[in-house]
């Protein structure tokens, strides 16, 4: 039987430097599991940056500062004390990452630069050129490796043993070999990362960002928080929903329709490209269901016009944009404009985690951090750059938190996470001898693109209804699907299909979360109800699942310091 | 052209095959793109990896005719016109165990990255509260070493590894020890370098694969240039590899080019050679790397070189 003090899944940003900080107690045995190769978790895509109140370019900057733009941002969702928490705590974070080599671009003193990022009142993205999660999750990689953590290298999470509200273990299979292993665990961080993938092709998501920790600890019995609050970036490249950086639109890039006219004249005659995030989403999507897009369907795009600059320019300032550009939607920026379309980014909520110091759930021995939990820091909305920080800084004192409960806890009983690796084990057999059953990759775009069309940047009761109804069947569908491979070794068939179980089962959330609450805040924009309602709606969302039941409660919102107020640019 | 053909070479633990898919021609797709759509309609047994899509993960690397690239940002219109055919043959990364179809296994790499200790060794000058100063000369050092995503192709196509018998590192592996060498915040180079040297650092055949191929344009031979000079300035000149140097040094002046079949005798000595070199020689021929029937001659202008040769001796004894 495999045993460790501490398991922690996930690879990424969270999951690496918890792992770090839960090695740090020689005594006890870490592992680090990963359904893929560390240095491939999708941290390693953000690009931008990270936020920190160093002060190092604006000397007047402060933590108290990036404390009151994330509330505010946050549409005053977000948990104030946590929120004081993290900006308090992050310059000591980039220090940290600059003593473990993480190669931050400098400012003429030496110090790490910083760059200006929306929502901010002053630069404090930390940065280095736009590879900012690259370079941390390698030298977190770096670290880990000194301190001599156990990878578990492939190794896919099934489910978390939970009884009577106690953790017991987990099971997880070796995708290697196809084995599946029970294991027992004194304490476990989850930091499996965000869901995008629910909507499948439309987002800036890896392939595999599909909640499969959110899932189980859901599962398991532990709320999801806020799952409704969706962000959708406006500039993914149409065929792939690869991110094009807003520096596109900072740089003065057009948005275009069919008719050749520059639409956002009609909803921010003022701002135009530069209106904010949401707003700019919002308009494209009009502009399509107007019938002024490209293509049909999910298929339908707008373009993104940028041959005004001229090519010098292009060269200049947006080089990388160009290279996406021509490698995934193959067109060359200075000749032609490029098809865009918003696409799902991050998930604002998440596993529903009941002290932000320890990052501890509702239930003792599981602690989550990372984009796959909800603190709640980022409210109904997340400020850019505020992630890669939440990452690093929460799954810090995710592992302290997970250090200290492995200290006092005791191993939980093997005969129940046994019988729970023989339930998979008898799974995958079933699924591997299936030969005929509803193709798994139809469900899988027929749930992305009913999440898309009704559950999307627009939302309205009617059709979130058709969208829940669609779901519901295709769980049925599900249980019915085949995977079409037989074989033990590397069955990524298999992989695939329990990812599509976990979002199928998060989407379905998603849709209660929207159509239960009666307002607009943030990234949930409401057709039917288009204001923000505090007096009924200033609280987070918490969804259960008891068996295949869902029930809703909700949870006031910590406000310490800012009272809300109407958020304005 | 209707139709592209892919052969791909499948693996189950077991049995090796290869198996022929074909889809229609698309403009402006690229090779996942080609496997993704094999896997969701054609045939769910086909494995392979890939996450982020955008040439940033690594996951991606596979060979096609013969060559490695990144599967996400490589357009099949571009092989198509490159390789002038519409049949594209699929395998799995070179110089990796493999472990399904085109699935490589990472972990035997990565202990191996352990020897040359793949981290910061902070110098006293940082701390852990304060972090560091570092000039903006200093970071653009780690600049470019910094932005290698692990994507394994470097190591598929290295002339060295292919005939290597498990000494020679990986070139991502030499880049990073380059990277923290050269890394101000590193108080100890020689920790990352000597590991290297004492790998086989200096038998690189200089073929240029790993650069040419690196999808992030890491200077890779530069920088084991640069290792090898920090070698020889830490006292090393008397090992194998800078007696190499030496013999490479008389080859070129001699012929204007490398004389790859008498390189070993001069580096090692002709008995070591007909012992140790003869089999690798060997291995060489059968891969394809050197040709011994043919045998150099001095190459057009080779008395330009000889002059350079002349002005750089005389320099330096001024
Ligand atoms: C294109 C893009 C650009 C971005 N740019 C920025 C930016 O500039 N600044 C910013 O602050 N944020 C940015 N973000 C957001 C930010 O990058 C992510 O929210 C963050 O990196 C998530 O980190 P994580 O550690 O929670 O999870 P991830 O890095 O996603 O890691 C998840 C880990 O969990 C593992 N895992 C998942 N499921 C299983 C399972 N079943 N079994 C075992 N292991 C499993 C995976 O293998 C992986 O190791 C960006 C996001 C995208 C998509
Ligand atoms: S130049 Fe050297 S390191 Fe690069 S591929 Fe050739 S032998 Fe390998
Ligand atoms: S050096 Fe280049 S080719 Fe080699 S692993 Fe790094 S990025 Fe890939
Ligand atoms: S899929 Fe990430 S590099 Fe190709």
């Not at chain 1, 003193?109 to 050129?129: D, E, K, L, M, V």
């Not at chain 1, 809703?552 to 109407?566: A, C, W």
């Not at chain 2, 990364?93 to 793949?118: A, F, Q, S, T």
Request: hydrophobic letters at 35%.
């Amino acid at each position: 039987m495999l045993k460790y003090d501490v398991i922690v899944v996930g690879a990424g940003g969270a999951g690496m430097m918890a792992a770090l900080y839960a090695s740090k107690d020689k005594n006890l045995r870490v592992a680090c599991l990963s359904k893929i190769f560390p240095t491939r978790s999708h941290t390693g895509a953000a690009q931008g940056g990270i936020n920190a109140a160093m002060g190092y370019r604006d000397a007047t900057d402060s933590p108290e500062k990036h404390f009151r733009d994330t509330v505010k941002g946050s549409d005053f969702l977000a948990d104030q004390d946590a929120v004081e928490f993290f900006t308090a705590n992050m310059p000591a974070i980039i220090s940290e990452l600059d003593y473990y080599g993480v190669p931050f671009s400098r400012d003429p003193n030496g110090r790490i630069a910083q760059r200006p990022f929306g929502g901010a009142s002053s630069p404090r993205t930390c940065y280095s050129a736009d590879k900012t999660g690259h370079v941390i999750l390698h030298a977190l990689y770096e670290q880990c490796l000194k301190n001599n953590v156990e990878f578990l290298d492939e190794w896919f999470l099934l489910s978390l043993v939970v009884a009577d509200e106690t953790f017991h273990g987990l099971v997880a299979m070796n995708i290697k070999t196809g084995e599946i292993h029970p294991f027992l665990a004194k304490a476990v961080v989850i930091a499996t990362g965000g869901f995008g993938r629910i909507y499948w092709n439309r987002t800036t998501n890896a392939i595999n960002m599909t909640g499969d920790g959110t899932a189980a600890c859901f599962n398991a019995g532990i709320p999801l928080k806020d799952p409704e609050f969706v962000q959708f970036h406006p500039t993914g490249l149409a065929s792939t929903g690869i991110l094009l950086s807003e520096a596109c639109r900072g740089e003065g890039g057009y948005l275009i329709n069919r008719e050749g006219e520059r639409f956002m004249k009609r909803y921010a005659p003022e701002k135009m490209e530069l209106a904010p995030r949401d707003l700019v989403s919002r308009s494209i999507e009009m502009e399509i269901k107007a019938g002024r897009g490209f293509g049909q369907g999910l298929e339908a795009y707008v373009l993104m016009d940028l041959r005004h600059l001229g090519k010098e320019k292009i060269m200049e300032r947006l080089p990388q944009v160009r290279e996406l550009a021509m490698d995934f939607e193959g067109v060359d920026l200075i000749d032609e404009p490029v098809p865009i379309r918003p696409s799902c980014h991050y998930m604002m909520g998440g596993i529903h985690v009941s002290d932000y110091t320890t990052l501890a759930t509702p239930v003792e021995g599981i602690h989550a951090a990372g984009e796959c939990a909800c603190v709640s820091i980022h409210g109904a909305n997340r400020l850019g750059g505020n992630s890669v920080a939440d990452v690093v800084l929460f799954g810090k004192y995710a592992g302290i938190g997970a250090r200290e409960s492995a200290r006092k806890r005791p191993f939980g009983l093997e005969t129940l996470v046994i019988k729970e690796a023989k339930k998979w084990e008898s799974k995958f057999a079933t699924m591997r001898n299936k030969t005929s059953g509803i193709r798994l990759v139809d469900i899988r775009n027929k749930m992305a693109e009913v999440m898309w069309n009704y559950v999307g940047i627009f939302r309205h009761e009617q059709e979130m209804r058709v969208a829940l109804e669609t779901i519901d069947q295709l769980l049925n569908d599900y249980e019915h699907a085949y995977i079409g491979d037989p074989a033990l070794r590397y069955n990524t068939a298999f992989v695939h299909y329990v990812e599509i179980g976990n979002l199928l089962t998060l989407a379905k959330a998603v849709v209660l979360g929207a159509i239960n609450r009666k307002e607009s805040r943030g990234s949930h924009a409401r057709a039917d109800y288009p204001q923000r309602d505090d007096e009924n709606f200033l609280k987070h969302t918490l969804i259960y699942k008891r068996g295949d039941r869902y029930e809703l409660k909700y949870l006031p919102v910590k406000i310490t310091k800012y009272p809300p107020e109407e958020r304005k640019y | 052209m209707e139709n592209i053909t892919f052969r791909i070479r499948r693996y189950d633990g077991t049995n090796t095959w290869v198996q022929e898919y074909r889809l229609p021609y698309e403009k402006g797709k690229t090779i996942l793109w080609a496997l993704t759509k094999i896997k969701d309609e054609i045939d769910p047994t086909l494995n392979f990896t890939s996450a982020c899509r955008h040439a940033i993960c690594g996951s991606c690397g596979v060979k096609v005719n013969g060559h490695a690239f990144l599967a996400c940002k490589t357009s099949l219109d571009k092989l198509l016109e490159t390789f002038d055919t519409s049949v594209l043959y699929f395998e799995p990364l070179g110089n990796y165990d493999v472990v399904r179809d085109l699935v490589v296994d990472w972990k035997p790499k990565m202990e191996k990255m352990k020897k040359i200790k793949p981290w910061l060794l902070p110098s006293r000058e940082g701390s852990i509260e304060e972090g560091f100063r570092q000039s903006k000369q200093q970071f653009a050092k780690i600049s470019s070493s910094t932005d290698c995503i692990l994507c394994g192709i470097c190591a598929s196509e290295c002339g060295q590894l292919a005939i290597n018998d498990g000494g020679y590192l990986e070139p991502f592996i030499i880049n990073k020890a380059y990277r923290f060498a050269v890394d101000s915040r590193d108080n100890a180079p020689e920790e990352h370098i000597r590991p290297v040297l004492e790998n086989e650092l200096w038998k690189c055949i200089h073929c240029m694969q790993c650069v040419s191929k690196c999808p992030k344009e890491i200077p890779l031979t530069d920088e084991i240039a640069y290792l090898r000079k920090e070698t020889m300035k830490m006292g090393e000149v008397h090992n194998q590899g800078a007696r190499h140097a030496y013999a490479f040094y008389h080859d070129v002046k001699k012929w204007g080019r490398l004389n790859e079949m008498t390189l070993p005798i001069k580096t090692d000595g002709m008995v070591t050679t007909l012992r140790k070199r003869i089999p690798f020689a060997y291995r060489m021929i059968v891969k394809g790397k050197i040709n011994p029937l043919r045998l150099p001659k001095a190459v057009k202008g080779i008395k330009g070189v000889r002059k350079i040769y002349q002005q750089v001796e005389e320099e330096s004894k001024s």
